[in-house]
């Protein structure tokens, strides 16, 4: 039996005589996906393709990822003005830190903390720099291993 509000009610076709058509419901549920699929790409290219003009716009800076969200977004509802409305602003927020996340993990995008050159860069242009702790450490670590041999 399914269950009140189930999602997957949405797809089901039934034959005149009431029962499920299983080809029918499979088939129109692929094609929502494949829907879903283009839009979410498409969507996806928007947000890339305004995440790179920001970094190209202040090339070599490192910017913090609430201000990137802000300027991405305001980007796209220059880009596309049915989605420059208020309404769809937490849509456009969890999209974009979607994305930003995404490249942060990939490598494309680094975060680095601190008090001073501290915020979100495109790695091509922010290379990551070591702190000086992680670099006191290293030495350490290569004057403990030679004098172990």
Sequence with gaps: M????NPIESFIVFDTDGRVNV??????????VAEYSTETEA???LVMGC?????DDHMGQRIAQASIVGAVIQSIGKAV???DDV?????LTKMVNGVLQAQIRSGYLNVTKGPVGCGTGRTSD????????AIKAAAKAAKLAASTK
């Design 2 to 5: 399914a269950k009140k509000n």
């Design 126 to 133: 922010c290379p990551v720099k070591e702190s000086a702790s």
């Design 87 to 91: 309404l769809r602003y937490p849509a």
């Design 23 to 32: 080809d029918a419901s499979v088939e129109a549920a692929a094609e929502a």
């Design 43 to 45: 969507t996806q290219t």
């Design 51 to 55: 995440l790179n003009q920001l970094f």
């Design 81 to 83: 003005p049915e989605l």
